[in-house]
C-alpha cells in the first residue's frame, strides 16, 4: 500500500510542478509574444501617456521576477488584478460565474456518465447486431459535428418548436434547483451526446477486449446468463480503462463547456474568457486561462490517479 | 482496391471530393461575388438564390461556396505544418534518442497539459486573430500530438536491424529518417493526417464561430453560423446549414480514415 501512496504523491508533485510552470508560460507569454502588447491592446489610443499608463496598470516596467512573484502572491490570495474593460476586481468577476460553469459540468456528468456506460455495456451484450451498429454510427456521428450544431438543432427541436426549454440559459440565485436545472437542460444536453459518445465507444471497447479472457469463457460454460457475466464479472474488469476514460471526458467538459456557455449565453466562466478574449481584457483572460487549465490539469490527474488505484499491475511505476 | 471498399468509405469518398471540387473552382461556381449584397436579409430559397440569403443579404449559396474554400484550405494548411513539424521533430526524437528526446518530450507534455482551446484563445487575445498568427498558433499546439504518434511509430521501426545496419554504413540522421523510417511510417502516419485534419477543422470552425477566428467579411462556414444565428429565433433554419456542411465533410474524413486503418491493419472481422 506505501508503494501506491508514494506513486500517488509523485503524480500530485508533477502535475503541481506543471501548474507551476504553465502559470509562468501565462504570465511571461504575453511577455515573449512579438509586437509590445501595450500598443497592441490599445490599438488606435496608443499615445505615449495612455502606452505608460497601461504598462503601469499591468506593472510591465517592473523587472520580470517580480512581476511574476508578486502577480503569483496576488492570486493565491485571491487578488486576480483588475479588469481592463470595466475596472473591476477580477475575482469578483470569475468568482460565481466559475461556479455556474462547475454546476453545468456536473450536471452533465450526472447525466452522461451513467448514460455512457449503460450503453456501453448494453453495445457490448449485444455486439454486432443492428442495435450496436446504430449505436455505434450515432455516435460517430456526434463525435464528428461541431458542438454548436448539435446546440442548434437541439434549440430548433425543443425550444422553437416544441417550445418546452429555453433558449438561453440565464439563472439567479433566486431561481431554486428545479428551475435551475429547466434553465440548463440543453446546453447539459448538448454537452451529453458529445461526451457520452466518446465515453460510450470506449466502454463498449473495453468491455469486449474483457470478454476475451479466459475466465470468461469459464463463467460461459459454467452456463451463466451473458448479461450477467457482462454485468458481473466483465465489466468490473474493465473498470481501468473505463474510470480512465471518464475521468479524461470529464477534463474535456472544462474546454468544451466554453462553445456551449457561448450558444446558449451561459453566465460561466467559458462565456467570460471568450468574451475577454475578444475585447482583449489580458488580466481577466490570464486568471480565467489559469483556472481552466487547473481544472483540467487535476482531473487529468484524477484520471491517473483513479486508474491506478483500480488497477493493481498499474502500481508499478 | 476502391471495389472492395465498403459502401461507407465511399460515401466518405464522394464527400471529401465534392468538398475539394467546390474549394478548388470555386471563384467558377459561385454565382455572386463573396462579399456582395444582392438581395433582402434572410430570403427564402428560390431559382435566384439558391440557399437563400444571409443576414446581410448576401447569396448564402456562395458564401458556402467561398466558404469551403477558405476553410479547407486554412485547414489544410495548417494541418500540413502541424504534421511537418511534429513528424520531424518526432522522427529526430526517436532516432536520437539520448536527452534530445528527454528533453522535446519533457516540453511537449508541457504544453499537452494545457486545454488546446484555451491556450490557443489565450494566444489569440494578444496577438490578435489575423491569418498567420491562427495557423502558426493552431500548428504549434496540434503538432504536440502528431509528435507523439509520430515519435510511438519512429521507436517501433528504429529498433529494426535495417535501420541498426543503415547506421553501421554511417548514414546520417537524415538519410535514416527519409529512407528508412519514413515509408514504413506512412500508414498510420496518413491516417493521423486525416484524423488531425479533422481535429484542426473542426478547431478553426470553432474559434471562428465564437468571433475569434477568420474575421468578416471572409466568408467561413464557423463565421456564417455565428452571424446567422438570429435567423433560429425566426425560425429561419439557415444557421444548420453551414453547421450542417461542416459536420458532413468531418464525418466523410472519418469514414476514409475508419476504412484506410482497416485496410492498413489487416484485421478482418
Redesign the interface.
Known amino acids: 500500500m506505501k508503494n501506491v501512496f508514494l506513486l500517488i504523491f509523485k503524480r500530485t508533485l508533477a502535475s503541481l510542478l506543471?501548474v507551476f510552470?504553465?502559470s509562468l508560460?501565462?504570465f511571461v507569454?504575453?511577455e515573449l509574444?512579438?509586437?509590445d502588447?501595450a500598443e497592441?491592446?490599445l490599438g488606435q489610443s496608443a499615445t505615449p501617456e495612455t502606452v505608460k499608463a497601461f504598462r503601469q496598470e499591468l506593472k510591465l516596467d517592473l523587472p520580470p521576477h517580480i512581476r511574476y512573484g508578486t502577480w503569483l502572491r496576488d492570486f493565491i490570495q485571491g487578488d486576480f488584478g483588475n479588469s481592463l474593460a470595466n475596472g473591476r476586481p477580477v475575482s469578483g468577476l470569475i468568482g460565481w460565474r466559475f461556479a455556474n460553469t462547475l454546476f453545468l459540468a456536473l450536471t452533465t456528468a450526472v447525466i452522461a456518465v451513467p448514460l455512457a456506460v449503460f450503453l456501453g455495456m448494453m453495445a457490448a451484450f449485444y455486439r454486432?447486431t443492428f442495435f450496436d451498429k446504430a449505436i455505434s454510427v450515432t455516435t460517430?456521428?456526434f463525435?464528428?459535428?461541431?458542438?454548436?450544431?448539435i446546440a442548434?438543432?437541439l434549440?430548433?427541436l425543443f425550444s422553437?418548436h416544441l417550445n418546452i426549454f429555453p433558449?438561453m440559459a440565464t439563472i439567479n440565485e433566486s431561481m431554486n434547483i428545479g428551475a435551475k436545472i429547466h434553465a440548463i437542460l440543453l446546453p447539459a444536453l448538448t454537452l451529453t451526446c458529445v461526451v457520452t459518445a466518446h465515453m460510450m465507444r470506449q466502454t463498449r471497447a473495453a468491455i469486449i477486449n474483457v470478454l476475451s479472457s479466459a475466465y470468461i469463457e469459464m463463467a460461459e460454460l459454467k452456463g451463466i446468463k451473458r448479461l450477467r457475466i457482462i454485468i458481473l464479472h466483465a465489466f468490473p474488469n474493465s473498470l481501468s480503462p473505463v474510470i480512465n476514460v471518464i475521468a479524461l471526458n470529464l477534463?474535456y467538459l472544462?474546454?468544451g463547456v466554453?462553445?456551449v456557455e457561448?450558444?446558449f449565453v451561459y453566465p460561466g466562466l467559458g462565456q467570460l474568457?471568450?468574451d475577454?478574449?475578444?475585447k482583449?481584457?489580458?488580466p481577466v483572460?490570464?486568471a480565467s486561462?489559469l483556472i481552466?487549465?487547473t481544472a483540467?490539469?487535476f482531473l487529468?490527474l484524477m484520471a491517473d490517479v483513479l486508474s491506478m488505484l483500480v488497477n493493481p499491475r498499474l502500481r508499478q511505476t | 482496391m476502391l471495389k472492395k471498399s465498403p459502401l461507407s468509405a465511399r460515401i466518405g469518398l464522394i464527400i471529401v471530393l465534392v468538398n475539394c471540387m467546390v474549394a478548388i473552382f470555386a471563384p467558377v461556381i459561385a454565382p455572386y461575388g463573396e462579399t456582395s449584397v444582392v438581395g433582402e436579409v434572410w430570403e427564402s430559397f428560390s431559382s435566384e438564390f439558391y440557399l437563400g440569403t444571409d443576414h446581410l443579404g448576401r447569396d448564402l449559396f456562395t458564401r458556402m461556396v467561398y466558404g469551403a474554400r477558405n476553410t479547407i484550405v486554412l485547414a489544410f494548411l495548417t494541418t500540413a505544418i502541424s504534421f511537418l513539424l511534429g513528424t520531424s521533430l518526432g522522427f529526430i526524437a526517436a532516432t536520437k534518442g539520448g536527452w534530445i528526446d528527454q528533453i522535446f518530450s519533457r516540453i511537449i507534455d508541457i504544453f499537452m497539459a494545457f486545454p488546446t482551446l484555451i491556450f490557443a484563445l489565450m494566444i489569440l487575445s494578444v496577438m490578435g486573430s489575423s491569418i498567420p498568427v491562427l495557423i502558426f498558433t493552431i500548428a504549434l499546439l496540434d503538432s504536440t500530438r502528431v509528435y507523439r504518434l509520430s515519435r510511438a511509430v519512429a521507436m517501433d521501426i528504429e529498433v529494426n536491424e535495417f535501420v541498426e545496419a543503415a547506421r553501421l554504413r554511417g548514414e546520417g540522421l537524415w538519410w535514416i529518417m527519409r529512407y528508412e523510417i519514413l515509408p514504413n511510417a506512412m500508414p498510420p502516419l496518413v491516417a493521423e493526417f486525416g484524423l488531425r485534419f479533422c481535429f484542426v477543422f473542426l478547431f478553426i470552425a470553432s474559434l471562428s464561430f465564437l468571433g475569434l477566428g477568420l474575421q468578416p467579411p471572409l466568408a467561413d462556414w464557423g463565421g456564417m453560423v455565428r452571424e446567422n444565428a438570429g435567423a433560429i429565433t425566426f425560425g429561419i433554419y439557415i444557421p444548420l446549414l453551414p453547421a450542417a456542411a461542416i459536420a458532413i465533410l468531418t464525418v466523410g474524413v472519418n469514414l476514409i480514415v475508419d476504412w484506410f486503418l482497416h485496410l492498413s491493419s489487416g484485421l478482418h472481422e
Open positions: 506543471t510552470v504553465i508560460i501565462i507569454g504575453v509574444l512579438p509586437g502588447v497592441t491592446v454486432n460517430l456521428s463525435i464528428s459535428f461541431p458542438e454548436f450544431f442548434y438543432i434549440i430548433v422553437v433558449s477534463a472544462v474546454v466554453v462553445i457561448v450558444v474568457l471568450v475577454s478574449v475578444a482583449r481584457d489580458i483572460v490570464q486561462g481552466f487549465a483540467y490539469i487529468n
